[in-house]
């Protein structure tokens, strides 16, 4: 596992003048009415710049930055970190952004005349990984390893994404248990509207054992008891329950936490999701597309299994399998 670069207390000793411009962009953004969430992905991205600056580049302002210094910030990820280029291009882009902040605004900054980091080249997009599948009964094998282990944390993660299909910004959402009895907690979703995320008896039970073990309120929490406040550690925790899986069942293939997006709905429309026994028939695409708030019925389509080649093939009896 990666050291930990951001600390409450590295964040102390930050350059003060990189902490002012970080806020008076923030605060900017705010007026362009800039989505809450995506202003806390804004500072987390920003304060996890400014605290590399801190303990890799002697806590320069960043007004004083040259090209350089913005180069080795981009090498620290793709070497060190090793972020995918899309994950790195998104880290440059609002740093782009804050300090073409700076580079506009005459009053504060007047002596600041070029954005230099506009000249660091983004990265070229790398064909999309391929989409990987996990079957009901490989949930079910690591669910069950979860639960002999006693780590409900990871089970109430695992069985919200395969039960509701969520995506990991609305998993991180999940802190009120209040409606959770009633099957459902509301989110903001993708584009800004407010959904529901459904329970359903996995989830209950997942969730139900894990308030037990918490000293406090929150869902997400560290090994440490803090707060969880952003997804990075959620995909990290996701990508421990890949390992543990992989150790049982070699044929495991890697997953992410939009793996189970995936896989809640082509095991929703093959039939072999748990819901189905409990519905009694089967899901229909209409059905799959409202509960993961697709807006259309082609976009449920394209994240299940190509069909193409077994419909061909079973029209002259060939078996695939």
């Known amino acids: 596992m990666k050291e930990?670069?951001?600390?409450?207390?590295r964040w102390e000793n930050v350059n003060a003048t990189n902490k002012e411009l970080l806020k008076l962009y923030?605060?900017?953004?705010?007026?362009?009415?800039?989505?809450?969430?995506?202003?806390r992905e804004y500072g987390y991205?920003?304060?996890?710049?400014?605290?590399?600056?801190?303990?890799?580049?002697?806590?320069?302002?960043?007004?004083?930055?040259k090209k350089r210094h913005f180069e080795d910030f981009k090498f620290f990820m793709i070497n060190d970190r090793e972020?995918?280029?899309a994950r790195v291009n998104r880290v440059m882009c609002v740093i782009r952004n804050m300090m073409g902040y700076a580079e506009d605004d005459d009053d504060e900054y007047e002596e600041y005349m070029r954005n230099i980091?506009?000249?660091?080249?983004?990265?070229?997009?790398?064909?999309?990984?391929?989409?990987?599948?996990?079957?009901?009964?490989?949930?079910?094998?690591?669910?069950?390893?979860?639960?002999?282990?006693?780590?409900?944390?990871?089970?109430?993660?695992?069985?919200?994404?395969?039960?509701?299909?969520a995506r990991i910004n609305e998993i991180?959402?999940?802190?009120?248990?209040?409606t959770a009895d009633r099957g459902f907690i509301k989110v903001e979703c993708k584009g800004g509207q407010t959904e529901y995320i459904l329970l359903h008896d996995r989830a209950k039970e997942s969730l139900k054992l894990h308030m037990q073990n918490?000293?406090?309120?929150?869902?997400?929490?560290?090994?440490?008891?803090?707060?969880i406040k952003n997804t990075d550690t959620l995909r990290v925790w996701v990508k421990n329950m890949y390992l543990m899986l992989k150790g049982i069942d070699k044929n495991t293939p890697y997953f992410t936490p939009h793996s189970f997006r995936h896989s809640m709905i082509e095991n929703m429309e093959n039939g072999t999701h748990y819901l189905w026994e409990q519905l009694g028939r089967p899901f229909t695409t209409e059905e799959i597309a409202a509960l993961v708030h697709h807006k259309s019925i082609d976009m449920t389509k394209s994240y299940m299994k190509p069909k193409e080649d077994k419909l061909i093939m079973n029209l002259f009896g060939i078996r695939l399998d």
């Open 214 to 227: 918490l000293k406090g309120s929150d869902i997400w929490v560290s090994d440490k008891g803090i707060k």
């Open 172 to 178: 991180l959402q999940v802190d009120n248990t209040a």
């Open 117 to 165: 980091a506009a000249k660091v080249k983004t990265l070229d997009k790398k064909p999309k990984k391929e989409i990987t599948f996990v079957t009901e009964k490989q949930v079910v094998l690591l669910r069950e390893h979860l639960r002999s282990i006693e780590n409900y944390k990871y089970m109430f993660l695992l069985d919200l994404l395969y039960d509701s299909g």
């Open 4 to 9: 930990v670069l951001y600390t409450s207390e």
């Open 26 to 39: 923030l605060r900017s953004k705010v007026t362009d009415r800039s989505r809450p969430n995506t202003l």
């Open 83 to 85: 972020c995918s280029n």
């Open 45 to 65: 991205d920003l304060k996890f710049f400014l605290v590399w600056n801190y303990v890799y580049n002697n806590n320069m302002s960043v007004l004083e930055f």
